[in-house]
């Protein structure tokens, strides 16, 4: 290995991926991929808190790995695998579950949202899901985890069971840092503007899927929930208005600030047509380079075959660690 820090992030492979994930996590991935060792990893283990259907989701797994190659991560020198095939995900999870309160899971907001909406299904990995996440950042001795602030609370017990393993064995665990994008931390549904962009929304006109066509992504932005005053402004109570701004940020790179003075004066429809058109052309490259990956499934096969050889050999090295420092008998 070189002396770069290390990144460690993932997505859950629910639904379909969003410009949520593309501009809150994929986007930043990109961006850091090159100072940094990458790994990313498509988190299926996370995926069946909620019931899957199985050939449903082995397409999706395959689909979404394809998506992260797409939207630009290089697979050749970043590691990029599904979190199944490597077991030290759930190992450590086992282990990191025993130095974890029961008091602090409950009070993840994750945990309350999601045992409401699947009031039928309140399985016991949906309450531990954060110590698998934990254990997804603290095997490879992360430095830095790019995620959406929704992620923010989970990153934050992580970096608790690290502080508090380490307080007991001695420094085994690297205590990471979050990376979170300022304009895109947290994009909302265009139909429902106080509530995130999810991946898994039954309205699919709130969310807008990465593989969207054109037209589609134009109609999306065109049907998206506004106000009445017709102001293209930044501020509070102007939820739609904002997120509009926000995309149309993340998605050029310039200031909230910047996109309000180039739509000032503007009416609506026009506003929404510009920063679907922006979408458009900023997914344009990934759908293009999506549409070839799909069909080499060899190259695909190779990306996430080595990518996990790499990782379990990264962990292994942790795990190791951390089993010696609990007193088992080497293997
Ligand atoms: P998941 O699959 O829900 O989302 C994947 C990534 O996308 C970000 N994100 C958003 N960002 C901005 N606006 C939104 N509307 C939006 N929706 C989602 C999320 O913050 C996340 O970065 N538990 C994680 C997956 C995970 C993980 C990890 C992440 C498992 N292990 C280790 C980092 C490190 C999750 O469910 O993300």
């Not at 950042?137 to 609370?153: A, N, S």
């Not at 600030?257 to 503007?266: A, Q």
């Not at 951390?322 to 007193?327: A, C, D, F």
Request: glycine fraction near 6%.
């Amino acid at each position: 290995m070189n002396d770069k820090k290390t990144i460690f992030s993932g997505i859950q492979p629910t639904g379909c991926i969003t410009i949520g994930n593309y501009l809150g996590a994929l986007k930043s991935w990109v961006q850091l991929q090159n100072d940094y060792n990458c790994i990313f990893s498509v988190v299926d283990l996370h995926s069946i808190t909620v019931r899957q259907d199985p050939i449903a989701l082995r397409k999706r797994c395959m689909d979404f790995l394809t998506q992260y190659l797409a939207c630009g991560i290089n697979g050749e020198d970043n590691l990029v695998y599904f979190q199944s095939h490597v077991p030290a995900h759930a190992e450590l999870a086992w282990i990191l579950n025993c130095f974890t309160y029961m008091g602090e899971l409950g009070r993840m907001t994750q945990f309350k949202d999601k045992s409401a909406k699947h009031a039928d299904n309140i399985n016991a990995g949906l309450f531990t899901y954060p110590v698998l996440m934990a254990a997804d950042i603290l095997l490879y001795q992360t430095d830095l985890v790019p995620v959406g602030i929704d992620q923010k609370q989970h990153l934050e017990l992580a970096r608790d069971i690290a502080i508090r393993f380490n307080g007991v064995f001695g420094d085994v665990f690297k205590v990471p840092e979050g990376y979170i994008p300022k304009e895109a931390a947290r994009i909302m549904s265009l139909q429902e503007p106080t509530s995130k962009m999810s991946k898994s929304d039954p309205n699919i006109n709130g969310f807008v899927s990465i593989l969207d066509d054109p037209d589609t992504i134009r109609r999306k932005f065109k049907r998206a929930v506004t106000d009445s005053d017709g102001e293209i402004a930044y501020r509070e109570g102007k939820d739609g208005i904002n997120n509009l701004l926000n995309i149309y940020s993340a998605v050029t790179g310039q200031s909230v600030e910047d996109s309000v003075n180039e739509f000032s004066g503007l009416g609506y429809g026009t506003f929404k047509e510009r920063v679907a058109e922006a979408v458009v052309e900023e997914l344009r490259p990934v759908q293009q380079r999506y549409a070839d990956l799909a069909k080499n499934k060899d190259y695909i096969n190779k990306i996430y075959t080595e990518g996990a050889k790499h990782a379990a050999y990264l962990a292994s090295k942790t795990l190791r660690k951390v089993h010696r420092k609990l007193g088992y008998v080497d293997r």
